[in-house]
């Protein structure tokens, strides 16, 4: 099927987007904590785990959304928060800390809410899967059209919130599209190591579901697939699973020394760069000049600077103020 | 203001009331759980809905607590007001991720901007040989961790309002249960979980302590069957002459903490009375309370009857033993008047 040019060149402006804003964050966390690594110091402090690498799964499936639905993410939400629009600068200050980040400073980088774009995500491996199930019970109560979507790691196929939720999804037909992430390592265990079966598409079966390998860590590989599945949840057919083959090109969090994968298996990785696999496909079909590369380039990275110097730019909240916000 | 009625209820089905009362006033409250459908739920709360609201609406559920009341958060954060139940309290084990970690932190991690209001009902409490995986309150367990209200009736006038107000609430409310107040057939019969309840729809307010007796030379403060507990106790005390406060904390969270010191200021020696666990919880929290707010009002140490931090034991004389009865509070009373 014929895929509109807008929505290709979208998908690699919204690439070109989330590796800039995972360089920048990963330059801004590292400036202050080294030469003596200090988990504790910075900029941005805590843990950080950045997406580059993973792309592809987060913008080859924002085509298909529409306002309302909405999205559950990981401990590793950037790529997909950028991707589904949510505001970058107050999404940004939250990282920051800052009191005019999305949650006022009290969630960081691995809690990140949103309500519209409809985003949520968590600290907690395959925590999201449930929440997913429930936003689409309630699409379906109220009569609304829209969809769930659950992203997760190839680690969360393991917990029994993945069978639960595939479980529910499929007895009550609900519209959630369940997307696993595959970067085939949690954190240092490799997905041989600790899955029983190869692919978790396969897993789709024992929940009477459709379940599609994206075998190519590619935008238009996965465009295709989420097209399909999220249209079959919004007509009402009920829940799917796709699991893509991705590839975390840095350390499971930043400061992660990263020993666990070999030389040889990180070089691969460079190697199949989604991101300048893409552009070269763009350019080599015509979709895009140089000329109009450079302006999505100039044009996303001046969006991520503005979206930085405001969080930088703000105020930390009021130390009070971590009490606030308990209760309604 | 409610106007009271002669018509009594069982706790069991004033609760049921509230959540039928509450479902036909606003479409977006449902309830999922196991059992909750043609069985009614185990302990009725949700006893002839089914047949009232539609499977729809009371919804059945596979054993899958972590998929369930996530889906219950899921749904409160996208329009819907879910009551889930989790059937007994003990079962929290194989779900608390989503109680603590999700349920009761989004709000705050959003800064305010999204709102998780739900009722997560739940069964507690021991005294019928159920043993150590079906007797547990730990409702203090609930109460330390921040982000839910913790409310827990001890009579069906109670029951009802609270149930109303949690599902109102935009909060996440653990409305919990003991299942020797609710008036069930096949539990031990209790006087005290009948009583009169209003048939229209009317809140009691979460956080508010209710004094259930007065009394002028010592304070009880409990909750739940507990309170039937001080109540008897209290009978038999006044007949030595002895004047017992009961106070009814029907929330742990919020506490009603000037309640309690109100009550100590005016009767100046507190016992405080738990089904729950000693160490770390709902005792100490009282009598933290009290020290902190009303030390120079008290003629005595405070004292407190709890579970002796042991397991819930089966047998029946172990498991006596260890739970609060009127003998202990009335035994405890006279020494905390002899200090």
């Known amino acids: 099927m014929e895929i509109p040019q807008d929505h290709l060149v979208d998908m690699y402006s919204t690439m070109v987007k989330i ?29 950080m785990h950045l997406a580059a690498g993973q792309e592809p799964v987060a913008v080859g499936t924002m085509p298909h959304l529409k306002a309302g639905d909405a999205i559950t993410a990981t401990h590793r939400p950037h790529h997909v928060a950028i991707a589904q629009g949510l505001d970058l600068k107050q999404m940004t200050a939250e990282i920051f800390g800052k009191a005019t980040g999305l949650g006022r400073g009290k969630g960081g980088h691995m809690h990140l809410f949103s309500t519209e774009p409809n985003f949520g995500c968590s600290g907690i491996i395959a925590e999201g899967m449930p929440v997913a199930v429930g936003a689409a019970l309630a699409f379906k109560k109220l009569g609304k059209d829209n969809v769930a979507i659950s992203f997760f790691g190839e680690g969360a196929a393991n917990q029994g919130a993945f069978h639960e939720s595939l479980n529910l999804a499929a007895l009550w037909n609900l519209p959630v599209v369940f997307i696993c992430e595959d970067n085939a390592y949690a954190i240092s265990v ?55 083959k991705t590839d975390r090109l ?21 190697g199949r760069d989604a991101l300048v696999a893409y552009e070269g496909r763009l350019l080599e079909e015509g979709v895009l000049t140089a000329a109009d590369r450079d302006a999505v380039i100039k044009k996303m990275h001046g969006e991520v600077d503005e979206a930085i110097d405001f969080a930088r730019n703000s105020p930390d909240p009021a130390p009070e103020d971590a009490l606030l916000h308990v209760f309604a | 203001m409610t106007t009271m009625t002669e018509r009594k209820l069982t706790t069991q089905k004033a609760i049921a009331e509230a959540i039928a009362q509450e479902m036909e ?29 539609g499977a729809d609406r009371i919804m059945d559920t596979p054993i899958s607590e972590t998929g369930f009341i996530g889906a219950a958060i899921g749904a409160a954060t996208n329009g819907l007001r879910p009551i889930a139940e989790l059937m007994f ?33 739940t069964a507690a409490g021991g005294g019928y040989s159920d043993a150590g995986q079906h007797s547990q309150t730990l409702w203090g367990t609930f109460a330390h961790l921040p982000g839910m209200k913790v409310v827990v009736p001890s009579n069906p006038y109670d029951a009802k309002g609270l149930m109303i107000s949690a599902i109102r609430d935009d909060n996440p409310v653990l409305y ?14 209790n006087p005290r979980a009948t009583g009169p309840v209003p048939e229209e729809a009317y809140t009691v307010p979460i956080g508010k302590a209710a004094v259930a007796r007065e009394g002028t030379d010592v304070t009880i403060a409990t909750i739940s069957l507990s309170v039937h507990r001080a109540l008897d106790a209290a009978e038999q005390l006044e007949s030595d002459g002895i004047s017992a406060e ?88 006279k020494s905390l008047l002899t200090a």
């Open chain 2, 176 to 189: 919990i249960f003991h299942k020797g107040v609710l008036g069930l057939g096949w539990m031990t019969n």
């Open chain 2, 25 to 53: 006033r606003d479409d977006t409250v449902f309830a999922l759980g196991e059992d909750i459908g043609v069985y009614g739920g185990i302990f009725g709360a949700t006893e002839g809905l089914l047949g009232q609201f």
């Open chain 1, 190 to 244: 490799p997905k041989a190591a600790s899955t029983a079966i190869a692919d978790n598409s396969d897993r789709a079966s024992a929940y009477g579901m459709p379940g599609v390998l994206v075998p190519e860590n590619d935008p238009v590989a996965v465009y295709e697939v989420a097209r399909e599945a999220i249209a079959r949840a919004r007509a009402g057919d009920g829940p799917s699973l796709i699991e893509v």
């Open chain 2, 246 to 333: 009961v106070l009814d904390l029907r929330s742990l969270v919020p506490l009603d903490r000037e309640a309690i010191l109100d009550s100590v200021r005016k009767t100046h020696r507190l016992l405080v009375v738990d089904e729950d666990y000693q160490s770390f919880g709902m005792t100490g929290e009282v009598i933290t309370t009290a020290v902190e707010g009303a030390f120079d009002y008290l003629d005595a140490p405070p004292a407190r009857i709890a579970i002796p931090d042991v397991p819930i034991p089966y047998a029946r004389v172990l498991e006596q033993f260890v739970l609060p009865n009127a003998d202990k509070i009335v035994a405890g009373v």
């Open chain 1, 19 to 47: 590796r800039y804003f995972e360089e920048r964050i990963r330059e801004i966390y590292f400036a202050d904590k080294l030469p003596a690594f200090d988990i504790a110091a910075g900029e941005v402090p805590g843990e």
């Open chain 1, 250 to 270: 840095w350390g499971h969090f930043e400061g992660d020394a990263d020993a666990y994968r070999t030389d040889e298996y990180k070089e691969s990785m460079g």
């Open chain 2, 89 to 121: 309290v003990d079962f929290f084990g194989v779900c608390m991720d989503q109680i603590y970690n999700n349920m009761a932190k989004i709000h705050y991690f959003s800064g305010g901007n999204v709102k998780v209001p739900m009722v997560l009902m």
